[in-house]
């Protein structure tokens, strides 16, 4: 590969123009050209982009074999030696540390969380028994009594452990479901425990069971809503036919308050016309059969 190219050395003019173009900030001195490639190369001037310091705008131009006139490839505006870079992204899960949580956080969920277990996994503590004995209060000369216990309950619930604090009420679920509460001994069971979460505000403290924070373990981040605004449907009603009774049945809309009626000279319904009887002339009586008495016995014929 040739060490330069002068045609495309000398098209500095060139380079600016096209770098002016992209920013309204203007471009700065010529910086230097160096050769990418056969018939490739790019012209670096510097920045005045507001708080990009250290950056430059580099131009590549290239001209096609035996060509003597240079073409744009492209503009891009990068970083040089001892620019100012914005810190490598890390995600927010990761960048919190313990301590950092507010009460208005929420923690992501931990499916496979090594920090904990299945409730119903046995622990094959060793320590388990001992443990139990202790908690009777044996070995000590003196333990709580009822108003110690009394007095103790009363200043946690009241606390920042308890059901009343700014965490607690902007929590999801209580510390009685998380799987990093873990309850007190003897009597204090029934409504306190200790955070063993290092990640929560509360880790290392008595909290009561009605106690809560965003660092809960079965509790998660809330999903965005779609920021997709459902309308109204729009019935089409371009493919319907529109009729007008008044057309076909003139005679029945003419008159809405006799629609229901039926005419008198109408046939009754399920009759023919000829047996309708009409209102204008009464049903003749039946003909009184002479052979017939009035006790309705038929009598002989006389000689």
């Given at each position: 590969m040739a060490a330069t190219d002068q045609i495309l050395?000398?098209?500095?003019?060139?380079?600016?123009?096209?770098?002016?173009e992209v920013t309204p900030h203007g471009v700065g001195d010529h910086l230097g050209f160096y050769l990418e490639e056969r018939r490739v190369g790019t012209h670096m001037f510097a920045a005045k982009e507001p708080g990009y310091l250290g950056w430059h705008w580099a131009v590549t131009?290239?001209?096609?074999?035996?060509?003597?006139?240079?073409t744009i490839n492209e503009v891009d505006l990068l970083p040089g030696h001892g620019a100012l870079l914005a810190p490598h992204w890390v995600p927010w899960a990761d960048r919190l540390r313990p301590g950092d949580l507010s009460p208005s956080d929420v923690l992501p969920l931990q499916a496979d969380d090594p920090r904990l277990d299945q409730g119903f996994e046995q622990t094959d503590d060793e320590e388990a028994d001992q443990l139990a004995i202790y908690e009777l209060g044996l070995g000590r000369a003196r333990v709580l009594s009822p108003e110690g216990r009394a007095a103790a309950f009363e200043r946690w619930y009241e606390g920042e452990g308890g059901?009343?604090?700014?965490?607690?009420?902007?929590?999801?679920?209580?510390?009685?479901t998380c799987g990093f509460f873990m309850k007190l001994s003897g009597s204090a069971r029934r409504m306190f425990g200790v955070c063993a979460n290092e990640?929560?505000?509360?880790?290392?403290?008595?909290v009561s069971i009605d106690h809560g924070c965003g660092a809960h373990s079965e509790t998660d981040v809330q999903k965005r809503r779609s920021e997709w605004?459902?309308?109204?449907?729009v019935i089409d009603e371009g493919l319907m036919e529109v009729i007008d009774a008044s057309e076909l049945w003139p005679a029945v809309v003419a008159n809405d308050a006799d629609a229901d009626a039926v005419p008198p000279s109408s046939?009754?319904?399920?009759?023919?016309?000829e047996e309708v009887p009409s209102a204008e002339t009464e049903p003749e009586a039946p003909a009184e059969d002479p052979e017939t008495s009035e006790h309705g016995e038929t009598e002989e014929p006389r000689a």
């Amino acid at each position: 590969m040739a060490a330069t190219d002068q045609i495309l050395e000398n098209a500095v003019e060139l380079a600016r123009t096209a770098a002016a173009e992209v920013t309204p900030h203007g471009v700065g001195d010529h910086l230097g050209f160096y050769l990418e490639e056969r018939r490739v190369g790019t012209h670096m001037f510097a920045a005045k982009e507001p708080g990009y310091l250290g950056w430059h705008w580099a131009v590549t131009i290239a001209r096609p074999p035996r060509g003597r006139t240079a073409t744009i490839n492209e503009v891009d505006l990068l970083p040089g030696h001892g620019a100012l870079l914005a810190p490598h992204w890390v995600p927010w899960a990761d960048r919190l540390r313990p301590g950092d949580l507010s009460p208005s956080d929420v923690l992501p969920l931990q499916a496979d969380d090594p920090r904990l277990d299945q409730g119903f996994e046995q622990t094959d503590d060793e320590e388990a028994d001992q443990l139990a004995i202790y908690e009777l209060g044996l070995g000590r000369a003196r333990v709580l009594s009822p108003e110690g216990r009394a007095a103790a309950f009363e200043r946690w619930y009241e606390g920042e452990g308890g059901p009343n604090s700014e965490s607690a009420r902007r929590a999801a679920a209580h510390c009685s479901t998380c799987g990093f509460f873990m309850k007190l001994s003897g009597s204090a069971r029934r409504m306190f425990g200790v955070c063993a979460n290092e990640w929560s505000p509360s880790d290392g403290r008595v909290v009561s069971i009605d106690h809560g924070c965003g660092a809960h373990s079965e509790t998660d981040v809330q999903k965005r809503r779609s920021e997709w605004q459902q309308s109204e449907p729009v019935i089409d009603e371009g493919l319907m036919e529109v009729i007008d009774a008044s057309e076909l049945w003139p005679a029945v809309v003419a008159n809405d308050a006799d629609a229901d009626a039926v005419p008198p000279s109408s046939p009754a319904p399920g009759l023919p016309a000829e047996e309708v009887p009409s209102a204008e002339t009464e049903p003749e009586a039946p003909a009184e059969d002479p052979e017939t008495s009035e006790h309705g016995e038929t009598e002989e014929p006389r000689a």
